[in-house]
């Protein structure tokens, strides 16, 4: 069974210039997450979705973050403009989510953005 | 809030050295704990994890146990091989429709 995908791996683009991540989840997961992972720190939440519903977007700096899933598969998050600090990993995990039970999220491998 | 404090790395060890990583958390609910792996250009994978006090996860030889009293979940390895080199990170979900909290991840490097 094929994993959480993410594209592209890594990204380097200058400052003000928008830039966009693509997750395709594991297949039947309804649950999807976007971490972001700074340098020497562990993954802290930026969105997570449940189905086509965002179910928890507080930490998603919405005046230059967006995100999408459209049909409640594949995600994208997007940067515009991107700002220096916005340089880190940004993950993406996937889960099924069922009722009254401790769901396990798989990540994908992250994209590693570089703001210059 | 809830937070996760694990001990800072790098740790470098001998193969067959045993290895321990400490962990602790504070959190306002009843939390489920775990320990992700992530290994060189790889995502982070689940490694082990405990849902109540004093359950023990175990895993490719890797075990934790956690304890409510000492509010930790200490990584053990009794015989650390080259392979296990990699970032480990201590995590928690609180009851409810929470998310994960990490720590800031270990780095553990086995030299040969």
């Known amino acids: 069974e094929a994993g959480v995908v993410q594209s592209p791996r890594y990204k380097i683009i200058e400052k003000k210039q928008p830039v966009a991540f693509w997750c395709n989840p594991i297949?039947?997961?309804?649950?999807l997450y976007w971490y972001r992972q700074n340098l020497g720190q562990g993954p802290e939440l930026l969105i997570r979705?449940?189905?086509?519903?965002?179910?928890?977007d507080s930490q998603l700096p919405k005046d230059r973050f967006s995100a999408e899933r459209l049909k409640g598969v594949d995600s994208t998050l997007k940067i515009q403009p991107a700002e220096l600090g916005d340089s880190a990993v940004y993950l993406c995990?996937?889960?099924?989510?069922?009722?009254?039970?401790?769901?396990?999220?798989?990540f994908g491998p992250g994209t590693r953005l570089l703001v210059l | 809030g809830n937070s996760v404090t694990q001990m800072e790395g790098p740790v470098t060890l001998s193969e067959e050295a045993f290895l321990t990583i400490n962990c602790t958390y504070t959190?306002?609910?009843?939390?489920?704990l775990f320990w992700y792996v992530q290994y060189p250009g790889e995502g982070l994978q689940l490694l082990l994890k405990?849902?109540?006090?004093?359950d023990k996860g175990s895993n490719k030889g890797f075990e934790a146990t956690y304890r409510k009293e000492t509010t930790s979940f200490h990584l053990e390895k009794g015989s650390v091989q080259v392979s296990d080199s990699a970032v480990y990170f201590c995590?928690?979900?609180?009851?409810?429709?929470?998310?994960?909290?990490f720590g800031k991840g270990t780095r553990l490097s086995v030299i040969a």
């Open positions: 995990a996937s889960s099924l989510v069922l009722s009254g039970r401790l769901e396990t999220q798989y």
């Open positions: 297949s039947g997961h309804n649950t």
């Open positions: 979705y449940e189905n086509e519903e965002a179910v928890d």
């Open positions: 959190a306002t609910g009843y939390p489920s």
């Open positions: 405990a849902t109540k006090a004093d």
């Open positions: 995590a928690l979900k609180d009851t409810g429709n929470t998310p994960l909290v």
